[in-house]
């Protein structure tokens, strides 16, 4: 056999022969072996399909059975965030606290449930740039809060200085440096602040103490 067709026998023979047929040599090219190795490659995928799909059942059935294990229980912020901290204090290395983050920035409480005790009764919800948790009513906040750090996190890693003005006392994030150098589509509908914490941005509005003694330093 030439050409594409006989390489592709070739292979077809070596995978039935890895997958201990007998009865089926790689040197053999007549219709009858051909005939009998089609019909154990077809006996191997459909043992394989359904391996699968008995697996998927198991892996669903587990998580069924998972969460009901858990009972629905009333926990604070507070008890979430030291929930947290504890299950990233057990993380190997490289590994960070936010796997339990999904992408509408809802935290998953699966793997927090034995800490807690079992899973919350309200939705809670975590910025993957800050880690700063929120609640129901401020879901929005994650995540702008998460574009926007980025966004500071790149202008001060090209322009070595942070993006606000700079007799501003309460160091607001100045949108409209970040959109005109297109580091933001558009402005967001919350105003952000920069911290002194490496540069970490908050919601929270500067308390008039802090900012006058930021004036007077």
């Avoid at 799909?53 to 229980?73: F, G, R």
Wanted: with cysteine; charged share 30%.
């Amino acid at each position: 056999m030439n050409g594409f067709g006989g390489h592709y026998f070739i292979w077809f023979a070596n995978f039935i022969w890895n997958n201990d047929l007998s009865g089926c040599n790689v040197y053999r090219s007549s219709f009858h072996f051909k005939k009998a190795c089609l019909k154990k490659l077809v006996n191997i995928l459909d043992k394989r399909k359904q391996n699968i799909e008995d697996q998927i059942k198991k892996t669903e059935q587990y998580n069924l059975v998972n969460d009901n294990d858990y009972p629905i229980v009333d926990v604070t912020v507070e008890g979430v965030r030291k929930a947290i901290r504890a299950f990233s204090d057990n993380l190997p290395k490289g590994v960070y606290r936010t796997i339990l983050v999904q992408e509408d920035n809802r935290i998953d409480f699966k793997q927090l449930a034995p800490l807690l005790g079992g899973i919350p009764s309200r939705k809670f919800y975590m910025s993957k740039e800050t880690y700063d948790l929120f609640e129901e009513s401020e879901k929005q906040i994650p995540l702008e809060m998460d574009i926007v750090q980025k966004a500071v996190d790149l202008y001060v890693k090209e322009h070595k200085e942070f993006p606000m003005l700079k007799f501003d006392p309460q160091h607001k994030v100045n949108y409209f440096q970040l959109k005109q150098e297109h580091y933001l589509k558009e402005e967001p509908k919350i105003q952000f602040y920069i911290t002194d914490l490496d540069g970490l941005i908050t919601h929270i509005k500067p308390q008039k103490k802090k900012m006058e003694n930021t004036s007077h330093s």
